[in-house]
């Protein structure tokens, strides 16, 4: 797992597969970015190798896959078996859409890192990220999104 300490983060946000809504996974970005975190955004209809292919060339510490169609099971392990076999294992992958209470465990057991479903808190989601990727800023960027405006969450 990367450890990216006092560097800034590089994070890959990706829609794979036919899901054509891509709302939350660009307000999970947006978010991010105004934390501090460097935001790579694929767009939509990414392969599984499309996105592994874009996560190496971009240098990143972490993938989040957005997934609304329900092909999480699929296209989350997919993932992660592509990073395994570019030995770029070390990249973190969390998932956001929705995703079953009961697809959670399996997917976890498959590598991935958090599942962040519909409702969930974007502080928590930029805590989350920087914790596990152990940035030293992480407190620093949940500061700045506190207070904009409809974050005002714990």
Do not use: C
């Not at 899901?19 to 947006?30: E, L, P, T």
């Not at 989350?76 to 078996?81: A, T, Y």
């Not at 590598?111 to 990220?129: N, Q, R």
Request: hydrophobic share 40%; charged share 25%.
């Amino acid at each position: 797992m990367r450890q990216v300490g006092q560097r800034t983060p590089r994070i890959l946000i990706a829609k794979p597969g036919l899901d054509g809504h891509d709302r939350g996974a660009k307000i999970v970005a947006r978010t991010l970015r105004d934390a501090g975190f460097e935001v790579i955004y694929t767009g939509l209809h990414q392969t599984p190798e499309m996105v592994v292919q874009a996560a190496l060339q971009e240098d990143v510490d972490a993938i989040g896959l957005s997934i609304m169609s329900g092909a999480h099971n699929y296209l989350f392990p997919e993932v992660i078996r592509q990073l395994q076999s570019e030995q770029a294992d070390d990249i973190i992958v969390f998932g956001g859409g929705i995703i079953p209470d009961e697809d959670i465990p399996t997917l976890k057991e498959a590598g991935v890192f958090s599942i962040f479903t519909p409702g969930s808190s974007l502080v928590k989601i930029v805590k989350d990220i920087g914790e596990m990727l152990g940035w030293e800023n992480t407190t620093e960027a949940v500061k700045k999104i506190e207070h904009t405006v409809g974050l005002n969450e714990s």
